[in-house]
């Protein structure tokens, strides 16, 4: 854990409560309740829709229907996490004590969310848009084809990003360099819906240009990411993050065998072994299917969120630049060049001596002990291709 003095934390906790209030009551309370009141005057969601539908804006009508029960489902689960912390305390007399428990188990669960949000607001900031538009011109003349607006081509032009979103969120799992930006997403202990906000500043810029490297050279225009396949992945990658508290199973019945469901993504966000490094896609599991890396939620392996870093998750440094701060130590211990850039560029947990406690081996141990556990895309297609080999032969 990094240390912080108290005076710190007491600035933290203040800004915590000031954004917590803020963003609450400015961004969802008020425009949820305006909404709702428009909507049963028939206008708002109704309205909206129905324009939308007229214009043929399906995935449009489909964002709004969806964005909708995200913001009910937000609010849900902030109540319940606010009803769990009175109600842990329900017996006790009203003391500083009994006070500064009931902010403890607020501040354990959204805190981090909270002040990851209103962190990025005092930075100046560049747009991702912009890194799209920066890089688009150089890496569209290495574009072997450039497709077009057919029906098709919204097909093939979504599995090129979903492509591209695995390619980089398997990168920023398996390097450590990169895991510093994307650790602070997996830091919280809980999943909410809020935790979809929690993001290091910095992480999109980079995920933006890794993502554009493999979109122009596919030949998928910009033209075709904004508004539709980007309004998926924004909608979609934030319902996937509901937790228990708001979709108590998450698999979403039948579904679940053709999309990424909040089952799956809770699997993403587990620091269990068998669970690590998997569902690295947002709407469609093609790709995690096909790389070997879906892995489904087994009753019998209860899921622990968080990383598995000791940290404190309620103090700001320690969960938003910890990793940083832990890598940055590591690098300057290290002994040679060779290993200081190989910490630089190894799975996080490697060591020169050992790469025993990265989440590969980790994984491995596991199912040594567990191989009934051991069911994954790729090892059935290997069994499958397999067993034809067998029988060709």
């Known amino acids: 854990m990094i240390p912080t003095n108290k005076y710190w934390r007491w600035v933290e906790n203040a800004v915590f409560i000031y954004a917590f209030f803020l963003i609450i009551s400015r961004d969802w309370i008020k425009p949820f309740f305006v909404y709702l009141w428009e909507t049963l005057q028939g206008k708002g969601l109704i309205t909206g829709v129905q324009e939308q539908f007229k214009e043929g804006l399906f995935s449009e009508s489909f964002l709004v229907i969806l964005w909708e029960i995200i913001i009910v489902f937000t609010l849900w689960e902030i109540g319940k996490v606010i009803y769990e912390a ?24 959204i805190k981090p969310t909270f002040l990851a949000t209103f962190f990025p607001v005092f930075l100046p900031k560049l747009i991702q848009l912009d890194v799209f538009k920066m890089v688009e011109p150089f890496f569209n003349k290495f574009s072997f084809h450039v497709i077009h607006f057919h029906w098709y081509s919204w097909i093939y032009g979504y599995l090129i990003w979903e492509l591209s979103t695995w390619v980089w969120h398997y990168c920023f799992h398996r390097v450590r360099m990169f895991w510093c930006f994307h650790s602070p997403h ?31 050279i596919a030949g998928v225009p910009f033209e075709m990411i904004f508004p539709v396949i980007w309004g998926i992945e924004v909608g979609w990658g934030t319902f996937i993050h509901a937790g228990e508290r708001s979709l108590k199973k998450g698999r979403l019945g039948f579904l679940k065998h053709f999309l990424i469901t909040p089952s799956h993504h809770r699997v993403h966000h587990a620091k269990n072994p068998l669970y690590m490094d998997t569902n690295f ?14 892995q489904p939620l087994k009753d019998e392996v209860k ?6 870093r ?26 040679g060049i060779k290993n200081k850039l190989l910490y630089l560029v190894k799975p996080p947990g490697w060591e020169p001596e050992t790469n025993e406690h990265t989440a590969a081996e980790v994984r491995k141990k596991f199912l040594t002990q567990y191989p009934g556990l051991d069911a994954t895309s790729k090892k059935y297609l290997f069994e499958k291709q397999f067993k034809l080999n067998r029988q060709v032969s």
């Open 303 to 308: 899921i622990e969120y968080g990383i598995t």
């Open 86 to 109: 009175f109600k842990s305390e329900k017996n006790k007399p009203w003391t500083f004590e009994k006070g500064s428990s009931i902010f403890k188990y607020i501040a354990k669960t």
């Open 186 to 216: 997996h830091a919280p202990n809980d999943l909410t819906l809020t935790t979809a906000w929690v993001h290091f500043f910095a992480e999109g810029y980079i995920t933006t240009f890794m993502q554009w490297i493999i979109l122009s």
């Open 281 to 294: 896609c947002t709407f469609l599991p093609f790709w995690d299917w096909l790389f070997g890396t879906l």
């Open 310 to 335: 000791k940290m404190d998750v309620t103090n700001f440094i320690d969960f938003y630049f910890g990793e940083f701060i832990v890598l940055f130590s590591d690098v300057k211990n290290a002994k």
